[in-house]
């Protein structure tokens, strides 16, 4: 039995990074980028009118001139004309090209224009600008050609896809999402489409781990072996060869039924570890497969699967995306109550969390009934790591909180 | 020109629910649940065992009785067999149904079994089990039959699919995901796929758009209008009686080829605002359609655009799921540094957030190069909201913080 720091560290050092694949730009929101992402041109790309108004020479209202007579009026998307007479004006809309001979735009809001008798219209600066540039925003003036935009590593929010689609990047490269095969085991475990008799239970955790393993960003597909050495044996293989990551639940006990660590390295998988020091998971079973796939078998218990799974394996499932794998320290939050827990054993606490009116993140301790109480889960957005060596929490500790619901 | 609140006001008055579908469980996640989902059995269904060990009747214990001989093995999934011999015991295992006659679990760790020379197998207890019901969990002790599992309204994330494939809840009711028209208009856009000319730039709002309504449930399609009044009245009328929302960007300021309030209009659209007392974003033009369509028409600079839409758009698109629409109130960040902003305007201050050792969520502003700067808005997390009302802020002060990264 290792503690769950150990633990920790063993399966973190399996994680290597996923091959890259090329997605349509549509294709790649959430995913994580695995190529860098270059300005095509100056950010922005010419000197850009942000008012609709009129463009002048700054040194024309430098001298005292107010009154200026209206050329023309240029659009955003037309190419720019340039200012014939430097004592006059071009009325520009936003978006625009700054025309060549203006160097300042004076807004709509601070003019007056009308219309003369011979025609033509002039504008009367009611707020004269205060200098060169203004209301215009300078070519290169964000970021030069050539500035890195996105570096590989990146999650591809809406912000970076907008910048993606700003430079032409009709593709991108990203990594390719884990592929993982969710195991349920156990003879108790019926379909979800089944009745099951008084002794039988639906398999509930397969569905929960194909949930949360498509919110880290993975493709799960499911599988189910009753607790049947021989037909362990025959479907383990196939399932380590063909994916990243076999993500098994059950099995993992002492019970006379717990055949999974023995078919795990009888199919050919080296053991990492087996049980740690913690409570809910004390049987989780960790292991490495030649051929790739890297095995977490949680127990079956559902508060310890889910615990298990968001504590080891869903930082593991982000890390493999990324350039070179990292992963993210757990947030600090405020235990709102006072906590014992006596055996020598990391506890995960489930918590639901809440901000503070000053802006704190409280962990407020949930009842659960022991690790099978699956509907425990729902009032929680996560658990505290309350470590082993410790057995008294007080109410006010800022201990680290993994979450399970964003926010 | 109205104020953020009761643009606010306004904006929500027109979320009503969107109807419901019925979807396999395994589409179900990210849902919004719209149906109440209760337990089909009692949670748990049996008494169930939580430890591998063996079951026996604590009365025997309490007499002082240590030793038991194990009349039989039972396994998980398997139908009880009741103990014969009271002083007897039943090896068993987690997840298996208590035996009638036994109502206490002692855990393998705490026993030694040894096999006698008559072949029967029995066990010493090395820590007695300290009452009745010890290692196991009632039956109904977490629900009874028919409680309430998950109300309608219910955010389905993995706890909540184990719920609902628990019960056999193979499909669910989950509000229709609303559709939406993502709409770009200037004439100075070009697609990603083109090379921009000296005065354009490539359309990356509507990526941006369609990414952010995924992100809040919502199906988005892609549109572009040019700044022509013909092909917005053309163009306009089978969006809006096709999409529940239209989003627009571009195209509300006070410019020459600012046709679209005016367009909306003409095809029918009742205007409810239009320009807001805010920055970014003061030309943000909202309405309806007879037919149904919301109409949020944002303005086109890249990061006005970007806070109207998680400002207004994306609470009310998250909304329309729930079975009667709330919103959610923004989080309490502290501020990380002073502000000072003049204009009797509500000020959006885009930010990057980080959590302080003592759990508190700082909110430091991050330098924006005006509206038009798309990649000011890649360090940032989201923005703090700063009232009309004042003008100074300070480092340490307590305000409400718009996030559009999770987290």
Chains 1, 2 share one sequence.
Do not use: C
């Not at 593991?316 to 939050?333: G, I, T, Y």
């Amino acid at each position: 039995m290792i503690s769950v720091e150990e633990a920790t560290r063993l399966v973190r050092a399996t994680a290597a990074p996923l091959p890259a694949e090329r997605v349509l730009l549509t294709e790649a929101p959430g995913r994580v980028l695995r190529e860098a992402v270059h300005a095509d041109r100056p950010f922005p790309p010419f000197d850009r009118v942000t008012m609709d108004g009129i463009a002048l020479r700054f040194a024309a209202v430098a001298t005292g001139q107010r009154q200026f007579i209206i050329e023309q009026t240029q659009f955003a998307g037309q190419p720019p004309t340039p200012l014939r007479d430097a004592t006059a004006a071009i009325e520009i809309m936003t978006g625009a090209v700054l025309p060549p001979g203006t160097d300042a735009v004076v807004r709509y809001e601070d003019l007056l224009i009308e219309q003369q008798p011979d025609g033509r219209r002039v504008a009367t600066l009611q707020v004269p600008p205060p200098a060169a540039g203004h209301n215009v925003h300078r070519r290169g003036s964000d970021h030069p050609a050539e500035a890195l935009l996105l570096p590989a590593g990146t999650v591809l929010g809406p912000a970076e896809i907008a910048v993606a689609a700003t430079v032409g990047a009709t593709t991108l490269s990203v990594a390719r999402r884990p592929r993982v095969a969710v195991v349920s085991t156990g003879d108790e475990l019926v379909d979800i489409s089944e009745v099951p008799a008084a002794h039988q239970i639906r398999r509930s955790n397969a569905y929960m781990l194909l949930a949360a393993v498509q919110q880290a960003g993975a493709a799960g597909s499911l599988f189910h072996f009753d607790d049947d050495p021989a037909a362990l044996a025959a479907g383990l293989p196939p399932l380590m060869r063909e994916y990243d990551v076999v993500l098994l639940s059950g099995g993992v006990s002492m019970g006379k039924a717990d055949y999974l660590p023995q078919a795990l390295r009888g199919a050919g998988a080296e053991q990492l570890f087996h049980q740690v020091q913690q409570r809910p998971g004390k049987p989780f079973w960790f292991g490495r497969h030649p051929a790739g796939a890297v095995v977490f078998a949680l127990p079956g218990n559902p508060v310890s699967t889910f615990i298990n799974y968001y504590r080891y394996a869903a930082p593991w499932l982000r890390a493999v995306q990324l350039p070179a794998p990292q992963f993210a320290a757990p947030e600090p939050a405020v235990l709102a109550a006072d906590v014992t827990f006596k055996p020598n054993l990391t506890h995960f606490l489930l918590v639901s969390l809440r901000r503070s009116p000053d802006g704190r993140l409280l962990a407020r301790p949930e009842r659960a009934h022991g690790s099978g109480d699956l509907a425990s889960l729902l009032p929680s957005d996560g658990f505290v790591e309350l470590p082993a060596e410790r057995q008294a929490f007080q109410a006010g500790e800022v201990l680290p909180v993994w979450r399970f619901r964003g926010q």
